[in-house]
């Protein structure tokens, strides 16, 4: 029976959080596998939860050369190399897998996001709708295809989506993926009252299902400008070369995407993408103090070992020597602080946009499960604010060590600004840097189809044509002393 195999025990206790006894019975049951199976990509799921990476690579190199059992064995394998940052074998093993099983929804959608990060953009959609044309519940097939492209008179989905959503007893997950879809397409055809309602239904339905306090959130930000205040031992200049490092960190949408791809197009520059490789090093590495340290986890990471840090990081970002490394998690303004100690020569670069613009920006976006704060305009304003007064101290303990770029000044003045940014750096400037259209490097963010477009700056001040919904949110931000554009 199945729920007696090795392979269902393992899942079992990989989900239980007890992982070193799934991998061994994740183990047993490819051990005499003559066919690559799905639990060869669980095998390789669990090395990845330990920390694993090399074995975990390893057992999925090892599956590849086996006949595959069906499209699920190579589907599991390709999300293992996904992870593993093996992007075009996560593609093609997702292209096998819709091959093999050309019948299953959910293939075609792997492969469509898959297309979509290579910026294969037709190829995408033409994915995307293979996945709705077998199964018309695939609903994160219709979201990602409306946000392939601009949507245009000629050619949306908006009658399609309207009447999937006026279907009775729609649950609340279809509610969710159609309404972002439907919102983004009426946006894109300049709609922006229908548009407004279907991205706070959208929101307000996801907000509804999230277990979430911004108190907690508010009292963490809190927390790190109490024990980060710049009088913590530093790792020596020469501890890790730390000069090949650039971070660029900022709110979710801020445009922080867009300076990756123009300074990634630079000679010797490369980007890890979005990683959690600092707060990783950060949050396991050792005291710089003898014996336990007193307090919460934010005063245990004000305490690690600079030195510890940074040999941990470099070991983890994989730089190869002599290149320039960008890491660009969004969050990672969370550790500014932590990392000008550990790296004290890495570059800092924060991207910062108009208040109403970023809000707005991450109120009509779906992510995943990071952000929880975006879908209600309350959440929004007061951890907009948590986030401003920490920026706030990482600007008056680190001072010259952080070199900001305004999103309105790149899009409007993509050569100053961006060139800019690359002396910070210590980067050879070029203008062809700004040709992102061009970078072919894998995009896996929000932004991964609007980076295969020319710069373009009809983002900007788009808060102004939803000014009227928008009246809570401004009201929220003024009251708590956030500067806003004039006309707000």
Same mark, same amino acid.
Not at 27 to 43: M, N, W
Not at 57 to 64: G, L, S, T
Not at 149 to 166: G, M, S
Not at 254 to 276: A, D, H, K, Y
């Given at each position: 029976? =199945?729920?007696?195999?090795?392979?269902?025990?393992?899942?079992?206790?990989?989900?239980?959080?007890?992982?070193?006894?799934?991998? !061994?019975?994740?183990?047993?049951?490819?051990?005499? #596998?003559?066919?690559?199976?799905?639990?060869?990509?669980?095998?390789?799921?669990?090395?990845?939860?330990?920390?694993?990476?090399?074995?975990?690579?390893?057992?999925?190199?090892?599956?590849?050369?086996?006949?595959?059992?069906?499209?699920?064995?190579?589907? #599991?394998?390709?999300?293992?190399?996904?992870?593993?940052?093996?992007?075009?074998?996560?593609?093609?093993?997702?292209?096998?897998?819709?091959?093999?099983?050309?019948?299953?929804? @959910?293939?075609?959608?792997?492969?469509?996001?898959?297309?979509?990060?290579?910026? @294969?953009?037709?190829?995408?959609?033409?994915?995307?709708? &293979?996945?709705?044309?077998?199964?018309?519940?695939?609903?994160?097939?219709?979201?990602?295809?409306?946000?392939?492209?601009?949507?245009? #008179?000629?050619?949306?989905?908006?009658?399609?989506?309207? &009447?999937?959503?006026?279907?009775?007893?729609?649950?609340?997950?279809?509610?969710?993926?159609?309404?972002?879809?439907?919102?983004?397409?009426?946006?894109?055809?300049?709609?922006?009252?229908?548009? +407004?309602?279907?991205?706070?239904?959208?929101?307000?339905? &996801?907000?509804?299902?999230?277990?979430?306090?911004?108190?907690?959130?508010?009292?963490?930000?809190? @927390?790190?400008?109490?024990?980060?205040?710049?009088?913590?031992?530093?790792?020596?200049?020469?501890?890790?070369?730390?000069?090949?490092?650039? +971070?660029?960190?900022?709110?979710?949408?801020?445009?922080?995407?867009?300076?990756?791809? $123009?300074?990634?197009?630079?000679?010797?520059?490369?980007?890890?993408?979005?990683?959690?490789?600092?707060?990783?090093?950060?949050?396991?590495?050792?005291?710089?103090? =003898?014996?336990?340290?007193?307090?919460?986890?934010?005063?245990?990471? #004000?305490? !690690?070992? =600079?030195?510890?840090?940074?040999? &941990?990081?470099?070991?983890?970002?994989?730089?190869?020597?002599?290149?320039?490394?960008?890491?660009?998690?969004?969050?990672?303004?969370?550790?500014?602080?932590?990392?000008?100690?550990?790296?004290?020569?890495?570059?800092?670069?924060?991207?910062?946009?108009?208040?109403?613009?970023?809000?707005?920006?991450?109120?009509?976006?779906?992510?995943?499960?990071?952000?929880?704060?975006?879908?209600?305009?309350?959440?929004?304003?007061?951890? /907009?604010?948590?986030?401003?007064?920490?920026?706030?101290?990482?600007?008056?303990?680190?001072?010259?060590?952080?070199?900001?770029?305004? /999103?309105?000044?790149?899009?409007?003045?993509?050569?100053?600004?961006?060139?800019?940014?690359?002396? +910070?750096?210590?980067?050879?400037?070029?203008?062809?840097?700004?040709?992102?259209?061009?970078?072919?490097?894998?995009?896996?963010?929000?932004?991964?189809?609007?980076?295969?477009?020319?710069?373009?700056?009809?983002?900007?001040?788009?808060?102004?044509?939803?000014?009227?919904?928008?009246?809570?949110? $401004?009201?929220?931000?003024?009251?708590?002393?956030?500067?806003? =554009?004039?006309?707000?």
């Amino acid at each position: 029976m =199945p729920g007696t195999t090795p392979e269902f025990a393992a899942l079992r206790l990989m989900r239980a959080g007890r992982l070193e006894e799934a991998r !061994a019975l994740a183990e047993q049951a490819v051990a005499q #596998a003559r066919v690559c199976t799905s639990a060869h990509g669980l095998l390789a799921t669990i090395l990845v939860q330990l920390g694993r990476p090399a074995q975990a690579d390893a057992v999925v190199k090892q599956a590849v050369g086996l006949e595959p059992a069906g499209g699920d064995a190579c589907d #599991a394998l390709a999300y293992v190399s996904l992870h593993l940052g093996c992007h075009q074998r996560a593609n093609a093993l997702y292209r096998r897998a819709a091959e093999l099983s050309p019948g299953t929804a @959910r293939h075609w959608y792997n492969l469509a996001a898959s297309e979509r990060s290579f910026g @294969r953009l037709d190829e995408a959609e033409a994915a995307c709708d &293979r996945a709705i044309g077998l199964d018309t519940h695939e609903y994160r097939s219709y979201l990602l295809r409306s946000e392939l492209r601009v949507q245009t #008179a000629a050619a949306n989905h908006v009658t399609e989506l309207r &009447r999937i959503l006026e279907r009775p007893g729609l649950d609340d997950r279809a509610r969710v993926f159609l309404g972002y879809a439907l919102g983004k397409e009426l946006d894109d055809l300049q709609q922006f009252d229908s548009a +407004f309602r279907w991205f706070a239904e959208a929101a307000t339905t &996801r907000r509804r299902h999230l277990g979430y306090d911004v108190g907690l959130d508010e009292h963490k930000l809190r @927390r790190i400008t109490e024990v980060f205040r710049g009088n913590a031992p530093r790792a020596h200049d020469n501890a890790e070369d730390s000069d090949q490092f650039i +971070f660029i960190v900022g709110l979710p949408r801020s445009g922080t995407t867009l300076l990756e791809r $123009i300074l990634s197009n630079l000679s010797g520059v490369r980007s890890n993408g979005e990683t959690e490789n600092f707060a990783r090093a950060l949050l396991g590495g050792e005291s710089a103090r =003898p014996g336990p340290v007193p307090g919460d986890v934010f005063a245990r990471a #004000a305490a !690690a070992d =600079p030195r510890a840090v940074a040999a &941990r990081y470099a070991q983890l970002a994989r730089a190869e020597r002599g290149e320039r490394l960008i890491e660009k998690l969004p969050m990672n303004y969370l550790y500014l602080g932590a990392i000008q100690r550990a790296l004290p020569r890495a570059r800092l670069l924060l991207v910062t946009r108009t208040p109403l613009d970023s809000c707005f920006a991450m109120f009509r976006t779906l992510f995943g499960d990071a952000y929880p704060f975006s879908y209600d305009f309350n959440d929004l304003a007061r951890y /907009y604010t948590a986030y401003d007064r920490l920026i706030r101290h990482w600007r008056s303990i680190l001072g010259e060590h952080i070199h900001e770029v305004r /999103y309105e000044s790149l899009v409007g003045d993509p050569t100053g600004t961006a060139s800019a940014a690359a002396r +910070f750096c210590g980067l050879d400037w070029s203008d062809a840097a700004l040709a992102i259209e061009s970078n072919s490097a894998v995009s896996l963010t929000a932004s991964a189809a609007q980076v295969r477009r020319p710069i373009y700056g009809s983002s900007s001040g788009r808060w102004r044509y939803y000014r009227d919904q928008l009246a809570p949110l $401004i009201a929220s931000l003024r009251s708590r002393q956030i500067d806003l =554009p004039a006309g707000a």
